[in-house]
């Protein structure tokens, strides 16, 4: 689903700090991968090279079969309509759109009718638990639900690849473990489908969720291997990695 | 306390630093409103400084001025009055208004007795220029019948010296009079000429008749007591007057159209304001975050108001002062390079110097700051108001200003607006109109959320995501579109009503030229002095010359009726009774005195506003010297006598007077005769006399009318096109700043799968509805703003009425410009907000 070839990226040019190093990862359909590191590191820059909204010096980035590094803007902004949903660390939902038209949007985007697109964002919202509020407006909501609205946002036209840049950032540690229980379930219910998830975080808590974990460094994405002891009391916003991998990079 | 005072430097000089540009737009236009204020106050001011200096100076130490109509009255009159004991010194005066042949204006020539003058108003009485051979003055010149004296001022005009020859007509023919000297007394910019009375009186064909006498009064003698002892002493038509009477007249004659002038200047002013309005309103919203922690962490509501209504006044401070300084010199540039005179014709040929007062330069400072002020008044008042805790949150900016989205103030303005229409002009000036003007705009602008919310609220669903987007934005945040839109409103508004005010002027001078021009041919004697006239030979010549199939001849004099106004034109023309109408551009059906009714008048509408004359009422006017009753038979309109006119028929008029001079005639021609060629065989027929003559066609007429009329409305439109850049400006920056305000959602619709060009369209579609329904609202505000102009503030003002006109194909191009204008903007704002790029912009917590 999701291919990274030995991708660096420095800011400010070529001769600017270099964030990403040869850094390469593979993502499977129907996987769903936490990548890890300190603040810093390079974490969200791997991910808006992935959406295509940035560019690396070298190497490559494979989404769906498609080299994003060989797409203009416009080529990747409508692959990245049609096959990616993006979750943000601060929501991100639009003011002046009420809970169901924000969710509608990509719909709206990709092509759909009105109303097949408010049906299916109902639809949706109904899934996360929203039944009630897609008549709402953002600042009615409270943080966990506006964050369900995101992601509701991300997975309603079904892409194939979820990325998610620290989603649980704002939230309290009983509302993350919902977001990020809801964000494995999206991914997995759609593997058949052949849906991927991709999230950043420093979170070890929600790193856990991930089918594996890999850390990245100023060395690169390695695998990560987490110590024995798991502490399930620990902090969500803990840096502390605490939950064993599943497999590797 | 310093702590606080320490914090709000540091606050206001970081919004500086961080929006240099758009804190230096606002003090820009508060600078340009100022600027402009200041600059017509001061040009103003120096003209008709001059011109009072003049009107003191040419009644020098007199402490009483007996003046009667243009053409004179009786000079035993100044035998009777120069003998009464209260009377130290009495000078009498033949006044005129001389024709120069080549010269657009008339030459104001005095006739004086060189020995009453010196007693009464030395600043008359001529400085002979030396003999070459002996070197001495030739005080011999005073009493010669050929020689002149002039002001520095008009020897400069005419490019005379002491020795040349000035030429002035004197009927059909001219007189050549001799510059014996100059008048050093007469100060710098008036241009006047004396010489000996008694040669006045016989060059210019007024034996026996005086304009004025200027009167030195007996030492303890009050001057207002005598002064009321003096009308039974005087003819009709004739009356004392005290210099600060004078000044006053001369400042009257040009008050309205200074006052409006000034209130155009300031409308610059109230743009200015608005633009500060909008900029504050969005940087408020901006900073509604940072602004909420400020009370979080312990500000006072009262200290974040003062913290922001210091910001405005800070950009008013800075406005002001560099408004004063290109005011200074803007006027000083105008006075010296076109002078005093601002196209209204008031002040002609005046060049007066510049005279800056620290108090109005202080009070337009004032002005200034308190623009920026109200401004700021609204944001301050809304951010203090605002709770931290819901402040704090993101997607909050919408309840900014949701609490004057409710209509009620604005509709209660707007009818308070609307009610002040029907009050009275306060000492002859439409203060309640201007008043009104002023709170329709504001009570339109408040009304703007409002109409936001209930326009865009019915807008139809679309599939597209593009203008469902730009469609949900304008519905969703109707309170930050209402910013961008009563910028909208307020410059359209005024662009529309400017142009339905002028055009309806225009179209109503147009209509009333072609009624007041019936002949196809007219000649003058002088359209500028009053010494020009029709002997009775050339009369004759003129009605046989061949091609002429009919003449009408006319005489034009001034009559007063009140000390204390400027004189009433009186004119006196052949009028066919049962039909004024042809003649006259009426304002309602004329009645028809009846037998044994005084004869017919026609008065223009300044007559009804300033004398109370109504039509079928009897009135008393002074003609050559006696009461005369007269029937007031119709009102008609006059677009160029703001202080009256009095239409006479010509036989009633002779009567009346014994006056026979003709000065006017109007000329119909024969079948197949042209206007070419019979206005070449007047001139053949005139033969040299004709070089005294104007023969004009009523087409050129019209054109130098309509010519005028622009001229007049020069400054008008440059002062309105500088209120208007602004209002631009301000739509500009208000767009700019919503942009960028709106980036980070910019970057999460870029995340989603928005293309920058769906970006570009949207905020393009967003700028064209909100631009069409500001200009749809502005139109309907510039016509109401029309009405008041064209039904109040004009008539109060100049005493003129006129028909309202619309300009539709003007204002659609101004509509569809400004509607381009704002999607381009818009446009552009998003391309700027859109370059920090989406990565960034999601990323950004402020």
Sequence with gaps: MLAVESITKAHGGTHGRTVLRSVSLTVRAGEYVAVMGESGVGKSTLLNLIAGLDKPDSGRVVVAGEDMCTLDDEAATLLRRRSMGFVFQAFHVLPYLTVAQNVALPLLLNGASRRDAHSRAVAMLAELGMETRHDSLPRELSGGETQRVAIARALVHAPRLILADEPTGNLDPDTAQQVLRLLRERVKAGAAAGTAGLIVTHSALAAATADRILLLTAEGLAPFHAPQATQPSQPAQSTLPTHPTRSEA | ????????????????????????????????????????????????????????????????????????????????????????????????????????????????????????????????????????????????????????????????????????????????????????????????????????????????????????????????????????????????????????????????????????????????????????????????????????????????????????????????????????????????????????????????????????????????????????????????????????????????????????????????????????????????????????????ILLMPRLAHWTFAILPSVRHAVPHLAFAQLAGAPGRASIGLAGILASFSLMAAMAIMVASFRDSVDRWLNAVLPAQLYLRTSDTGDTGFFPDAERAAIAATPGVARVEFARANQILLNPRRPAVALIARPIDKRHPEARLALTGPPVEPRAGEPPPVWVSEAMTDLYGM????????????????????????????????????????????????????????????????VAERLRERLAQRAGHLDITTPGAMREAGLRAFDRSFAVTYLLEAVAIAIGLFGIAASFSAQALARSREFGVLRHVGVTRSQIGAMLALEGALLASLGVVAGCVLGWAIALILVHVVNPQSFHWTMDLSMPWRLLAALALALIAAASLTALASGRRAMSAGAIHAVREDW
């Design chain 2, 614 to 677: 109504r039509t079928g009422e009897r009135v008393m006017l002074p003609i050559a010297g006696r009461q005369v009753a007269f029937t007031v038979a119709g009102v008609w309109r006059d677009y160029v006598r703001q202080n009256g006119a009095v239409v006479i028929d010509l036989d009633d008029y002779q009567r009346a007077s014994g006056d026979s001079r003709i000065t006017d005639a109007a000329l119909w021609l024969a079948p197949g005769a042209t206007t070419e060629a």
């Design chain 2, 1 to 444: 306390m310093r702590l606080v005072s320490a914090l709000l430097k540091t606050l206001l000089a970081g919004e500086l630093r961080a929006h240099p540009g758009r804190v230096a737009l606002s003090v820009i236009a508060i600078a340009i409103g100022v600027a402009m204020g200041y600059a017509v106050h001061l040009i103003n001011h120096a003209a008709l400084a001059e011109f009072s200096q003049a009107t003191r100076s040419l009644m020098g130490a007199a402490d009483l001025e007996i003046r009667g109509p243009r053409t004179g009255f009786d000079e035993t009159v100044y035998a009777r009055i120069a003998s009464l004991p209260q009377v130290a010194e009495a000078s009498p005066v033949v006044e005129v208004e001389a024709r120069l042949p080549g010269q657009q204006e008339a030459l104001r020539l005095f006739g004086i007795d060189a020995f009453r003058a010196v007693a009464v108003n030395p600043g008359l009485v001529g400085q002979p220029a030396a003999k070459e051979a002996d070197g001495e003055p030739q005080r011999l010149d005073l009493f010669d019948p050929s020689a002149v004296f002039l002001s520095p001022a008009a020897l400069a005009w005419l490019g005379l010296k002491p020795g040349d020859t000035l030429t002035v007509q004197a009927g059909l023919d001219t007189v050549a009079l001799r510059v014996a000297g100059s008048l050093p007394a007469a100060g710098e910019g008036l241009r006047f000429a004396v010489m000996d009375i008694g040669a006045a009186q016989w060059r210019f064909g007024r034996i026996g008749l005086i304009q004025r006498i200027d009167l030195k009064l007996a030492p303890g003698v009050d001057a207002n007591a005598f002064r009321r002892t003096l009308p039974p002493l005087l003819p009709a038509g004739v009356a004392a007057f005290a210099p600060e009477d004078k000044l006053r007249v001369t400042a009257t004659l040009s008050r309205a159209y200074r006052v409006n002038l000034d209130v155009l200047a300031l409308v610059a002013l109230f743009t200015g304001a608005f633009l500060v309005f909008s900029t504050q309103a969005l940087s408020v919203i901006r900073r509604r975050t940072q602004l909420a922690l400020l009370r979080a962490l312990g500000m006072t509501r009262g200290g974040l108001s003062r913290m922001l209504l210091a910001e405005g006044a800070a950009q008013g401070l800075a406005g002001a002062v560099l408004g004063i300084v290109l005011g200074l010199g803007l006027a000083a540039a105008v006075l010296r390079y076109w002078g005093g005179d601002l196209g209204g014709g008031y002040f002609p040929g005046v060049r007066p110097t510049l005279h800056a007062s620290v108090a109005s330069a202080l009070g337009f400072a004032a002005l200034g700051i308190a623009a920026s002020l109200a401004g700021s008044l609204a944001p301050a008042w809304e951010a203090a108001r605002a709770r931290p805790a819901q402040a704090l949150k993101a997607g909050d900016e919408e309840t900014v200003l949701r609490r004057l989205s409710t209509p009620w103030p604005a509709l209660g303005i707007i009818v308070a607006g609307a009610a002040l229409t029907q009050a009275k002009p306060v000492a002859g000036l439409p203060v309640f109109g201007y008043v009104s003007v002023a709170l329709l705009l504001v009570g339109a």
